[in-house]
């Protein structure tokens, strides 16, 4: 564990220093003077006056960013608040996060949006940054006021949770974010063909007795949406893929240059449909988890760059509210604190994708999507930066975790890769409790 005083001027001596621009890792040194970046060597040592915290080979990376957090705050402050999120973020290696506007009340107004901000500046943890609603209140009727949403900060406009059944108002939703240069960013499930249903429909649905969603549910969506982003020629962003059919879908519409992005999350990644057996409520999710030709179909999409970024899509719920009867318990799971580990175990471990192609896609990439700041391993960069071991073995438990609510189904799971902490403009926040 680095027992480490904050610092205004010091040394991160001997890191492994992971740029995702170049797509290198070298061993070297960073100079963080005032919160930001002052040098960069390839020397292991340094000798100098200044404190010198020395990183013993471990992984110093740009912050990662998460561009779909739910923060819970306002409304649902038992679940999350924006303290306790931003704390998570932060044990996860993040130092940048976007949140959701499913709270209470909704993120569809100015003052809402400026309310998030303020008190993520007097209590968060890390940069965030605000999605505001699509519409009114999330519910697809009326379009929200772009112009005055970006003017309060919000960076991008979604109605997560929900898909726009409305084709008409989301084709005017596409139109107005257009000319403000907001991203629309699409939960792309229909509801009619998703109706109560509890996980992926297929073989396992019927063995559990589980009401499915067919892939087609999303997909549907995904071609409507893709197909009014070219009608428009507005930005469009896929949440959470989870289909191979959805990945195709993407990746042809990419090459006759429709403005489309996607993301993926960790568990879609991860982890298949066929782990409800055991019926834990924290893998009732949506999109549901999928069949193993899916995420196939997503890997090979990370690799090919038809999906752009890995978001956690953390969704917090009290225990109270998960343990119910499956049919009744919400969808969502957590996903900070354990993103960086369980992709490195299951993705880098096995082999599927390369260290630095990770990084990558939980820095730059993001930040590309929605262009935010951030991800760059640069000389005159903010000290955002991520110390990770990469082999630490750790389990986590409800007690080393920071997020309020625990809906987690990697607890008392070992896990390879561990994050040690982030300096968040050169200061330092620990992972370990
Ligand atoms: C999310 C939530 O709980 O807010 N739940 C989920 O299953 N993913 C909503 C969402 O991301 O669609
Ligand atoms: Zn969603
Ligand atoms: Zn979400």
Redesign the pocket.
Known sequence: MIDWKDRKEFWVAGARIADPVTGRIRTGSVLIRKGLIEEITWQKQVKTDLPVLEAGGLLLAPGFIDI?T?L?EPGFEDKETIETGTAAAAAGGYTAIVC?A?TDPVIDDPTVVEHVLKRAADSGNCRVYVIAAVTKGLEGVDICEYHHLKEAGAVALSD???YITNSQVMRSALEYAGMQGLVIIS?C?DPYLTNESQMNESYWSTKLGLKGAHAASEEIAVARDIRLAELTGSMLHI??VSTAGAVDLIKKAKKRGVVVTAEATPHHLTLDESMLEDYDRNL????PLRGKKDIAALLAALRDGTIDCIAT?H???TAIDKQVEFDLA????IGLETSFAQLNTELVGKGELELIDLIRLMTSRPADVLGLPGGKMAEGEPADLVLIDPNERWTPERENLRSKSFNSPLLGKELTGRVQGVFLEGKWFSSII
């Open positions: 779909h739910h819970r959701m499913n997560d949770g929900k939960h499930e949440a959470h009732k999710v949506n999109p899509d969704a917090p719920h919400p969808p969502g799971m």
